[in-house]
């Protein structure tokens, strides 16, 4: 169920002397079972985009496809696009609202109109996957640690089952270990369930290890779109718009510049650590 967005622009506070444009021109391809990371700085367009992808946001102008149909034709379906196209918000208070975690993941299903014992099926199921344990189930999710509340957040809408899962920022606000924790379950789920993982970030540490594809935004325009090793190559360009490439992009490029023979665009730690080892053997 490929999302394909097709010259699309959205203008904020349209016909007013405060309107601006948020997206310019996008034209993307989101096909199946793709792990991506999109990146930008604050106001770059990422979170505009993200919301057009399951209709929450109407293009000024251009279409928005899910499996060849124009989402925001007259009559379509937008109740049924958002169990299909999964979106987890930045921060998880948005999202969460019962007086259980439980209760909380068990919602969507029921707003789909599935029974109850069904509805509770898919909730367990979904906690499960997100490593979520079964003495926090019937406790609220507002006395819950941050990283905990992202997975009861994950897990709303994985009950849903959903084709692509986004996610907003996972790991805004969280530790270290809390960010590794986050990033390594959103893997997992990608390689368990090959659902579309739309993985939205302002760091390209996060994505690096993960990714398959990353989209960079930059003032409402895509300015890179490519595999890691091709997009961290323009890592002189990245910082123009206030984005880092990860550490290991540097150090290779550093080891290169000292006259080792190593491949300087080696872009995961594990493939650093492959290259380093091969020069120096």
Not at 205 to 221: L, P, W
């Amino acid at each position: 169920m490929a999302i394909l967005l097709n010259h699309v622009n959205y203008i904020y506070d349209e016909d007013t002397a405060m309107a601006h444009p948020a997206l310019i021109d996008v034209c993307l391809n989101i096909p199946d079972g793709q792990f991506i990371g999109l990146i930008g700085h604050t106001g770059s367009g990422k979170s505009t985009l993200i919301q057009h992808m399951n209709g929450l946001v109407k293009p000024t102008s251009g279409q928005v496809l899910f499996d060849g149909e124009d989402i925001n034709e007259k009559g379509y379906d937008k109740k049924a696009l958002r169990a299909k196209v999964g979106l987890v918000f930045q921060y998880p208070e948005h999202q969460l609202f019962e007086t259980d975690c439980f209760k909380d993941v068990c919602f969507g299903p029921k707003n789909q109109g599935y029974p109850k014992k069904e509805a509770e099926l898919r909730a367990y199921e979904a906690l499960k996957q997100v490593g979520f344990d079964d003495e926090y189930f019937y406790q609220s999710p507002f006395d819950l640690s941050g990283g905990q509340k992202r997975r009861v957040a994950i897990a709303g809408v994985l009950a849903m089952r959903p084709q692509v899962l986004i996610l907003d920022e996972p790991t805004a606000g969280l530790d270290p270990k809390g960010r590794e924790d986050i990033l390594g379950l959103i893997s997992r789920l990608h390689k368990e369930t090959g659902i579309t993982i739309i993985l939205v970030s302002h760091s390209m540490e996060d994505v690096a290890d993960y990714v398959q594809r990353i989209i960079v935004m930059n003032s409402g325009r895509v300015q890179f779109d490519g595999e890691p090793r091709q997009v961290f190559a323009h890592y002189r360009e990245l910082e123009e718009i206030g984005l880092a490439a990860p550490q290991v992009t540097y150090v290779m490029k550093e080891l290169k510049e000292a006259g080792f023979d190593v491949d300087e665009n080696a872009t995961t730690l594990e493939e650093a650590k492959n290259e380093i080892l091969r020069v120096f053997k």
